[in-house]
Every structure is written in structure tokens, then in C-alpha cells.
């Protein structure tokens, strides 16, 4: 018998684990992913690649010098599923050095900081993302309008190599025409301009292709359909639960259709809103990090409804065009005092904790 | 055709559905196992004060003699399993994890086992009064069956203190791998009744629901046969969901309600009692037999025949293991009751007690537990928790020293259930935490109870101590002021005496 063999049961399990988990929510990424890297081609498939090798190598020093086993944290599937969730979020040819920086601001300072898996205060993937959209602006939202793989505007090898490793290759590649705002930039723009929001919705991408994924974006944002459906894959394996992607993209969706009709010349429309930028990404991958989100169902309704509310404020009233990554952000810093207030009830108590008492027949007499 | 009696039922929060694993022994019929060499009956097997033992070594005892007598309000006699003579009354390794010797009678049966003088019984225990058929239950030493060993008869007396109109027979066995109660069922559903009608006449109850879990439908219909003709007994099949067997929230899904915290379920007017022990008395009202045997399951992948067999207390394990073909693999856990609350046996020379309902022998593939990591706050245990609690946050108190902050989030309403452990994907042992907390509270309450009781009685000495300075003082005091006022009274005397003389003397003169 083993030396813990007097331990406590149970002296069965789920067979649930970590790296099971992250398996999982890493499954439901790959449709996204893949659509992305044909969308943007090479560069984006090298930026990917780059991000993950630097997530992992991060992880393992950081671990190394913790002195924790490096073997058995690495093979618990976070620090990829962090690179992953990060690389999806950048701009789909941003140089290497964007995606090792942000690697390192994930794994580093979002969270083996705080003391490693499960210990960290905010999601890693969205503190790179954050702290790379402030200190290199121009490099976080070069968009490039989709060059699908084998399509005319595909940049090849040379080209892609290129653009990824920009001054690696002396001979300069014609990049131009490739790059375009994403659809929540160019209406901030066109809005801060002074130009009718109908005028300015007139000249961007049809609605059905935000749904789709045709579009310009970050690597693994644009595709809508492809992101709800990871997530439901992650609703049905029961990694994540209906709460919060339903709170924040309900909040959202409901509070841009108040502001809609009520003023539909400076307020987007809920559908924009929904199918842009990383609202369904954030909702289902992002805001459901189960490290930095609330344990209680009533917990994670506020969270939910508190990231959808900040993604509104901040698309609409702030000079970021896009704000899921400092909502989460904002909600992850209130998830400690969500948890202390709203406890599930316990059995047997009423919601103060106090004993139930009957009154009624059959009770005490 | 199955029917049972429709009932509405509701929902309990949490819970978890383990593989149930009971095909090893459901189809097993229950068999006597040959009478071993020897039998070591603890004095407590129970809750409530060790029983007090009536023989000495050297004694030849009948069978259902009584061994040793109950000592106080919650407490249970136990009594000798066959004839055979006394070989000591000493410390033996308990049935319990810490295998700690305790005082228990070591019994050598003589193979003839004859029974003794039973207590007469009445041709029509429905006559006798409530309170005659729980002194008779007391008596025959039964307490609860299905592992909380509780005197079954201090369960029979709530109707005293409290309004009971309902009797719940609980046959959820949630437990994976446990058939003993199901068997029970299935193969002896009239006694069982009578058992259960016994007890619900005893506590004048109204109604009767025995509760079994949809997995046993053989078990179901064979109540539900029995207990046609009796239109107060429903026979109501439960979701399977681990812990339905949890008579807390057995009660809740039946009736709606949530037993108060720190309450019993009769402040709901419900009584719930076990399968095994319906059965226990049943025997004991109509033949007078006390509990000296019981149905066990003895199961697992690491023994070779899985069975449920009727054994005698005080049997040692390794005579079951032994009859059932021994083990086949190497053996990972020995595990006494099931899997999810079960605990860990140190040998299989333990003996079998009263609430022994399973012997469980796993493989190292039934009871791997992975390596532990840290808390990812996945929030699993949550939502698994039958009793609305946050695992995470009371086992990271407990991890923090801060034992009070994990009561003040509900330690103390867990049921051990395991349910969040068994859900962990970071393999916390999240139950084994609680446990620690709440011995550990125990035991600082005993020690703040010592010290409590200790100041008391120094500071009561104390104020003794002055109380009897200060009479002394006081005494001595008011003698003083006597002697004192003496002398003065004798100073005036002798000083009037001596004026007198004088006065004389002048007079004398003159």
C-alpha cells in the first residue's frame, strides 16, 4: 500500500485535471486559430509559433528559479494555452519581438509574479495584451486585412519572414495596401470626426463578414461564428459555465441597444458591437479564466454583467476603440471582493447564515 | 412491470455522479460466512459511551447473550455473536483508521453455537407500546446500520421532544461498490417492511416513504410488492446522484426543506432510518435476537470474488477476505464503507462492527489519485458542493493556519461528503483538510474547556481561600474588640471597686 494510504477519501475521482482542462479550452481555440492562420497567412503562423516557444521558455525559468518542479508545470497546458490566448489577440504581422515581449509581461510579471498557476490576481494573456497596446500603440494596431493563404496577396516565404523579422532582410518588401483599421477603429475614427455613424457604417465591412471572419483583426478575433463555437464545445465539456459569457455579452448587447434607439447616429448597434473586436472571445476564453474570475454563480453574474458594462464604456466613451482586455482587467481586480460578499447560501442556513427556523406544522414543538 | 408510488421530488444543489461500480457484487446473493476461529467484539461500536462489559475471561456464554451492558443516555449494549468462551477482554486494533487498540471482548466460539435464553417476545408487537418497542430495540444493542452507528432507539425516542409524522427508510445507497442494502431488498422485502412498520408504529408516524436510489430497480419492485397493501408506505425511486444518501439532503428531496444547521431532521418532523437497520428490528421484535450479525458487501478489483455476506461482529476482515478468494493484484487501499466516505483500514485484522456495511479492496487503477497541484480556482468543488460552501476558500484558510476563518464560512456545515474532492482537477485532498480543521478544533475546545474549568476552579479556591481569611480575620477581630471591651469592663469594675474602697475607707475613716 502506498505511504498515503491513511489520507482522507474520497478514493475515487472524476479523472478531471489541469492539463486536461487546458486541453480542452485549447481544442475549442483551434477552429479560430486555424481560420486565422489561413486568413493572415505565414507571418501570422510564425508570430503564433513565436509567442508559444517564448510562453514556455518563460514559464520554465521563472519555475527554475522558484526552484518548482519544471516537468510537472509545464505539462500542465497553462503556459501554452497563455501564449495561445495571447497570439490571438495581437495584430496578425506584428514583429517577433512584439509576441516574445508579451510572453514574457504574461508569464513573468502577469503570473509567476504573483506566485504561479492559480495564484495570479489578473488574466496574463490580457496584462501582455494591455501593457503592449500602451507602451507600442503604433505596432498593436497595424491591422492587416485578410491575405488568405495561396490567395494573390499572400505574401510568401521571403516576404513573411520579413515581415515578421522586420531588418532581417535587407531587401525591402512592398508592404503597402495591406493594412487597414478593424471595424471598431475605423468607426472611433470616423465618429471622433464628426461623420454620421450611418454614413461611416456605410463604408465598412458588412456585418455577415464580422460573422464570418473575412475581415481585418487582430489573429483570432474575426471570426465570430468560429469563437462561439469553441465556446460552446467549452459550455457543453462543462469547463466553463453559461454565467458569464451570457452576463457580459448580454450587458453589452443590451446596453448598446438602449443607447442605439435612442440616439442611432452616435451609438453602434448591438450586432457591431457583439460580432466585433473580442467581445465573444473575451466572453467565452477570456473572461472565464477560471484563475481570475469569482467562484459563486451570483459572484460571476456581476463579473459577467461588470465586463460587458466596462466594454461598452470604454469602446464608446473612451479613446480606445476596443476595451474587453481593460474591462477584464478592471472586473479581475474586483473578483476578490466579489467573492468575499456573494457566497453561495449555505444548506440549512438562510442568507445571513443564520440556522433556519420553522414555524410552520411539523416543526418544533 | 415497474410502478412505484409518484411523488413530487426537488432538487438538491451540488452533487456528483460517480461510476457506481456495483455490478462486482449486485448480483451476488447474500451468504453466511463459516464460522471463524476467533471473534473480537469492540466495546464501542457505536456513538455514545463505550459499553460496559459483564463478563470476565474464562466465561462460557451463550449465543445473543449480553457481553457488556450500555452505560448511559446514548449508548448501546453488544452481545456475544455464538456460544464460545471468553479469552480476555483487552486492547485490540479498532475497525477506524488510526487502528488504535481499544477494549474489546476476544470470544472462542465452540463451534456448537447454541443460543441462549432470548427475552420472550410478543405475538403482536403492534400492541406493545412505543416505548416498550424502543427499550426492546435499546436492548438488542441495535444503532444505525448504515454507517453512522448512531443507538437507533435514542432515534425511535425523538417522538418525545419532537412532533414526527413521517418515517423515511433510506435506501439511497449512493455509495458506489455497496450492494448490501440493496440485496437486502431484494431478498428479504417483507421483513425489511416489518422492520420499517415496527419503527413507524413506534414513532407514531403518519406516513412511511422508503427512498431507493433508480439504479436498484429489482430492489425498488420488490419494496414496492411488499408494500402494496399498505397505502401509508410509498415506495419512491431517487435521482442517482451521490450524496442522496446524505439524510439531510435525502429529506430535501423529498419534502422540499432544508433541515435547520445544527438541527435534526425531526425539527422536520422526519425520522429517517437505514435499510440494515429496519431488518435488525425486525428480528429483534419478533424473535428477540439482538444484533450479533450483519449483511456486508466485500468488493473491489483487488479481491477476487466480490460478494455480500451475512458475518458475524467481531469477524476479522481477513477471514472475509480469505473466504472470498483472497487478493488478486497488488492492493492499494483497504477501505471500510465506500469509496467516497469510507475510511482507510491499517490491516484486515480488524474486526467487523456494527457499522460495517462494505470492505472495499481497490487496485492502484481504482484509487490513483493524481499528483497535487495548486488551486486553479476552477471553481468545480463549488458547484459540486451539496451544502452551498466554498471548498477552495475553507481549505486555503485551514492551508493558512486561520482555522477560525474556515469556520466562519461553513467548516462546520460540511458533511465530508467528498463530493469536492472527488471533482478536483488539482487533486486537493480537499476532505482530508476539513477533517484536520475540525479534529483540530475539537481538540483545542477540549483544551479551552480544560483551561476554562481549570481557572474556574483556582479562582473558586482563591475566593474560598480569602472567604475563610477574611472569617478568620473578622473572628479574630470581634475577639479582640471582646477582649478589649472585657478589660475596659473589668478596668471600670476594679477602678469602681477601688473607688468604693476608697469610699469605704473614708467612711471608715470618718
New interface residues.
Partial sequence: ??E???????????K???S??MGLVMLALVPATVFGWYQFGLPTIFLFVITILTALLAEAIALKMAGKPVR?FLM?G?AILTGWLLAMTLPPWAPWWIGVLGAFLAIIIGKQVFG????NLFNPAMVARVALLISFPLEMTLFTSPAPLYSQHSPDLMQSLAITFPGLLTEAQSLDGYTGATVLGYLKIEIGRGVDLQQALGSTEPLWNTFWGNIGGSMGETSAILILLGGLFLLYKRII?WIIPVAMLGTLGGLATIFHLVDPQTYIGPMTHLMSGAAILGAFFIATD????P??VRGQLVFGAGCGLLTFAIRTWTGYPEGVAFAVMLMNACTPLI?HYL???????DKK?Q????NE????? | MKILDQMKLFKIRGGVHPEDCKNFAAEQGIVDLPMPPLLHIPLQQHIGAPAQPLVKRGDLVKKGQILARSQGLVSAPVHAPTSGRIMGIGGYPAHHASGLLIRTITLKPDEKDQWGKLPAVASDPFQLLPQQIAQRVADAGIVGMGGATFPSAVKLNLRKRYHIDTLVINGAECEPYLTCDDRLMREKPGDVLDGIQLMGHALGVKSTIIAIENNKPQAQNAMFNAAKDFPDVKVVGLPTRYPMGSEKHLVQTLTGKETPARGLTADLGIVVHNVATALAVHEALRFGNPLISRVMTVSGQAIKKPANIRVLIGTPLSHLVDFCGGFVSELERLISGGPMMGQPLPSTRVPVIKGSNGLLALTVDEAKSGEQMPCIRCASCVQACPCGLLPLEMAANIKAGSLDASVNIGLLDCISCGSCAYVCPSHIPLVQYFNYAKGELASRQQVQHKQGETKRLAEARTARMEAIKKAKREAMLKRKEEMKRKKEQEAKKQKEQAEKQQEDKVEASV
Fill in positions: 500500500m502506498s498515503e494510504a491513511f489520507i482522507s477519501g474520497p478514493y475515487n475521482h472524476s478531471a485535471s489541469i486536461k482542462t510537472t500542465d497553462s504561479g498557476i492559480g495564484q459555465t477560471l484563475v481570475t474570475s467562484v459563486s467573492d457566497k453561495p447560501r449555505i444548506y440549512g442556513r447564515g440556522p433556519l427556523i420553522y406544522e411539523g416543526g418544533k414543538s
